[in-house]
Protein backbone atom coordinates (compact mmCIF):
# COMPACT_ATOMS: atom_id res chain seq x y z
CA UNK A 1 0.00 0.00 0.00
CA UNK A 2 1.78 3.39 -1.34
CA UNK A 3 2.52 6.04 1.64
CA UNK A 4 -0.60 8.21 0.86
CA UNK A 5 -3.08 5.68 1.04
CA UNK A 6 -1.39 4.55 4.70
CA UNK A 7 -1.73 8.12 5.85
CA UNK A 8 -5.42 8.65 4.57
CA UNK A 9 -6.50 5.30 6.24
CA UNK A 10 -4.88 6.11 9.28
CA UNK A 11 -6.65 9.44 9.35
CA UNK A 12 -10.16 7.55 8.59
CA UNK A 13 -9.64 5.46 11.63
CA UNK A 14 -8.76 8.43 13.71
CA UNK A 15 -11.81 10.42 12.43
CA UNK A 16 -14.30 7.34 12.93
CA UNK A 17 -12.45 6.32 16.24
CA UNK A 18 -13.14 10.12 17.42
CA UNK A 19 -16.37 9.71 15.90
CA UNK A 20 -17.81 7.01 18.02
CA UNK A 21 -17.09 4.53 14.77
CA UNK A 22 -18.90 5.15 11.65
CA UNK A 23 -22.58 6.80 11.21
CA UNK A 24 -21.58 8.24 14.60
CA UNK A 25 -22.10 11.98 13.55
CA UNK A 26 -19.60 14.35 14.76
CA UNK A 27 -20.43 16.84 11.90
CA UNK A 28 -22.28 20.39 12.69
CA UNK A 29 -25.75 21.18 11.70
CA UNK A 30 -26.66 25.07 11.64
CA UNK A 31 -29.17 24.41 14.38
CA UNK A 32 -26.68 22.52 16.37
CA UNK A 33 -24.67 25.37 17.44
CA UNK A 34 -21.95 24.34 14.87
CA UNK A 35 -20.81 25.84 11.35
CA UNK A 36 -23.58 27.73 9.67
CA UNK A 37 -23.59 25.91 5.78
CA UNK A 38 -21.90 28.00 3.04
CA UNK A 39 -24.81 29.41 0.42
CA UNK A 40 -24.91 27.84 -2.20
CA UNK A 41 -25.60 28.36 -5.99
CA UNK A 42 -27.90 24.94 -6.14
CA UNK A 43 -30.50 26.07 -4.26
CA UNK A 44 -30.97 25.30 -0.46
CA UNK A 45 -27.57 24.37 1.36
CA UNK A 46 -28.26 20.93 3.70
CA UNK A 47 -24.59 21.57 5.74
CA UNK A 48 -20.69 20.73 5.05
CA UNK A 49 -18.87 18.07 7.04
CA UNK A 50 -14.82 17.73 7.33
CA UNK A 51 -13.63 14.84 6.13
CA UNK A 52 -10.33 13.48 6.52
CA UNK A 53 -8.66 15.78 3.88
CA UNK A 54 -11.21 17.37 2.55
CA UNK A 55 -15.05 18.33 3.40
CA UNK A 56 -18.46 17.50 1.69
CA UNK A 57 -21.03 20.02 1.06
CA UNK A 58 -24.67 18.96 -0.26
CA UNK A 59 -27.36 21.17 -1.63
CA UNK A 60 -30.88 20.76 -2.49
CA UNK A 61 -32.21 21.69 -6.19
CA UNK A 62 -35.80 22.55 -5.32
CA UNK A 63 -38.12 21.94 -2.16
CA UNK A 64 -38.07 18.29 -1.03
CA UNK A 65 -41.68 16.71 -1.38
CA UNK A 66 -42.69 13.42 0.15
CA UNK A 67 -42.98 10.54 -2.65
CA UNK A 68 -40.97 12.73 -5.27
CA UNK A 69 -37.51 12.46 -6.49
CA UNK A 70 -35.28 15.41 -5.28
CA UNK A 71 -31.69 16.21 -6.77
CA UNK A 72 -29.29 17.07 -4.68
CA UNK A 73 -25.36 18.82 -5.56
CA UNK A 74 -22.49 16.86 -3.86
CA UNK A 75 -19.37 19.40 -3.75
CA UNK A 76 -16.26 17.37 -2.39
CA UNK A 77 -13.18 20.38 -1.57
CA UNK A 78 -10.01 19.55 -2.59
CA UNK A 79 -11.05 15.79 -3.92
CA UNK A 80 -7.27 14.01 -4.07
CA UNK A 81 -7.07 11.54 -4.18
CA UNK A 82 -10.62 11.73 -6.60
CA UNK A 83 -13.24 8.96 -5.15
CA UNK A 84 -13.61 6.33 -7.88
CA UNK A 85 -17.77 6.70 -6.93
CA UNK A 86 -20.04 8.62 -4.74
CA UNK A 87 -23.09 7.27 -3.61
CA UNK A 88 -26.14 9.00 -1.81
CA UNK A 89 -29.52 8.25 -0.08
CA UNK A 90 -32.05 9.23 2.59
CA UNK A 91 -32.28 7.66 5.46
CA UNK A 92 -32.64 8.07 9.19
CA UNK A 93 -30.58 5.40 11.39
CA UNK A 94 -27.02 4.12 9.76
CA UNK A 95 -27.03 1.10 7.49
CA UNK A 96 -24.02 -0.14 5.95
CA UNK A 97 -25.69 -2.38 3.34
CA UNK A 98 -27.83 -0.04 2.48
CA UNK A 99 -25.85 0.46 -1.15
CA UNK A 100 -27.01 4.05 -2.12
CA UNK A 101 -27.68 5.92 -5.68
CA UNK A 102 -24.44 6.59 -7.56
CA UNK A 103 -24.00 10.38 -8.41
CA UNK A 104 -22.94 11.41 -11.71
CA UNK A 105 -19.69 13.76 -11.70
CA UNK A 106 -20.13 16.70 -13.51
CA UNK A 107 -16.68 18.88 -13.11
CA UNK A 108 -13.80 17.71 -10.98
CA UNK A 109 -15.06 17.27 -7.33
CA UNK A 110 -18.87 18.49 -8.01
CA UNK A 111 -21.32 15.56 -8.28
CA UNK A 112 -25.16 14.63 -8.61
CA UNK A 113 -27.86 12.99 -7.81
CA UNK A 114 -31.47 12.06 -7.63
CA UNK A 115 -32.96 10.44 -4.67
CA UNK A 116 -36.26 9.40 -3.98
CA UNK A 117 -37.98 10.95 -0.97
CA UNK A 118 -39.94 8.66 0.86
CA UNK A 119 -43.80 9.51 1.90
CA UNK A 120 -44.14 10.25 4.43
CA UNK A 121 -40.34 11.98 5.28
CA UNK A 122 -39.70 10.37 8.71
CA UNK A 123 -38.81 12.05 11.63
CA UNK A 124 -34.75 12.66 11.37
CA UNK A 125 -34.25 11.77 8.42
CA UNK A 126 -31.22 13.15 6.51
CA UNK A 127 -28.73 12.86 3.31
CA UNK A 128 -26.46 9.92 3.57
CA UNK A 129 -23.15 10.43 1.26
CA UNK A 130 -20.76 7.58 0.68
CA UNK A 131 -16.97 8.17 -1.17
CA UNK A 132 -15.22 4.98 -1.90
CA UNK A 133 -11.54 5.17 -3.15
CA UNK A 134 -9.53 3.47 -5.65
CA UNK A 135 -7.04 1.56 -2.80
CA UNK A 136 -10.81 0.73 -1.24
CA UNK A 137 -11.26 2.73 1.70
CA UNK A 138 -14.29 4.64 2.23
CA UNK A 139 -15.42 7.58 3.96
CA UNK A 140 -19.30 8.13 5.12
CA UNK A 141 -21.24 12.02 6.19
CA UNK A 142 -22.16 10.79 9.77
CA UNK A 143 -26.20 10.74 11.15
CA UNK A 144 -26.24 14.30 11.96
CA UNK A 145 -24.95 15.85 8.97
CA UNK A 146 -27.37 16.83 6.12
CA UNK A 147 -31.01 16.95 8.11
CA UNK A 148 -33.78 16.90 5.97
CA UNK A 149 -36.50 16.90 8.91
CA UNK A 150 -35.58 17.18 12.97
CA UNK A 151 -37.68 16.67 15.82
Do not use: K
Request: glycine share 14%; net charge negative; with cysteine.
Amino acid sequence: MRLSHRILTALLLATLIGCGGPGAGGGATAGSGGTTPPPSDHGQALGTRAVPGSTVTVASDGPLQAGAAARFHLSVSTPVPVPLEVRAWIGGAYDPAIVGIQATPVAIGTYDVTVPIPSPIPIDSHVWVRMVFADGSVIETGREDFMLVQR
